[in-house]
């Protein structure tokens, strides 16, 4: 797996699968959900106003969003109440969302953290989804999938430091080898940061 922070928005990272999160009682949608939501003009909000989606802890929703974003595919995966989404709960969201990506056949997937990590530091919400996303490798399929997966994640500048020490944090407990990147240059203001 190779994992690359950037600070570009989830909305213009190309790739064959977005993940956003969505908490059960966070109204109206903030954060990147938000951004997401508007650039396909409402229709998030308006699943949730028809309860056809609800942000329950584990529930998938996936989405062509069409022309609207620059992925194929957006899964919206459940976080249940936003202040319950703790450790644990951010481990079985990453274990979740391997086994959905492994099932989807996808290898280049985008992601973005909800907005203030659900009562969480960056750190913390960046480790124990790093920790639920790889504990799940010694399931072959899911194994397989791992080693060819590129995963983008948007965090923007205030949060990039943050994230990178949690995902560290994974790797050395997990004992697992995978490369992580940053890029810190943003696609909408050219060469300079």
């Not at 995902?167 to 050219?190: P, R, T």
């Amino acid at each position: 797996m190779k994992i690359v922070l950037t600070v570009n928005s989830i909305e213009k990272i190309f790739s064959q699968c977005a993940v956003c999160f969505l908490s059960e009682d966070i109204r109206p949608l903030k954060g990147t959900i938000g951004e997401v939501d508007w650039a396909m003009n409402g229709l998030i909000t308006n699943l949730v106003r028809d309860g056809k989606l609800s942000g329950e802890f584990l529930e998938s929703t996936l989405l062509r969003p069409d022309r609207f974003l620059a992925c194929e595919k957006l899964l919206l995966l459940g976080m249940g109440p936003y202040y319950e989404c703790h450790q644990k709960k951010t481990q079985i969201l990453g274990k979740k969302l391997i086994h959905i990506l492994t099932d989807l056949h996808v290898r280049d997937i985008s992601l973005s953290f909800p907005v203030a990590e659900a009562g969480q530091s960056p750190d913390a919400f960046a480790e124990n989804l790093t920790k639920g996303l790889l504990s799940e490798g010694d399931d072959r399929n899911v194994q397989a999938s791992l080693e060819e997966m590129n995963l983008a994640i948007s965090c923007g500048y205030e949060r990039l430091d943050e994230a990178l020490l949690g995902i560290q944090k994974a790797k050395v407990q997990l004992k697992k080898h995978f490369n992580v990147i940053v890029l810190e240059q943003n696609l909408d203001s050219g060469l300079n940061p």
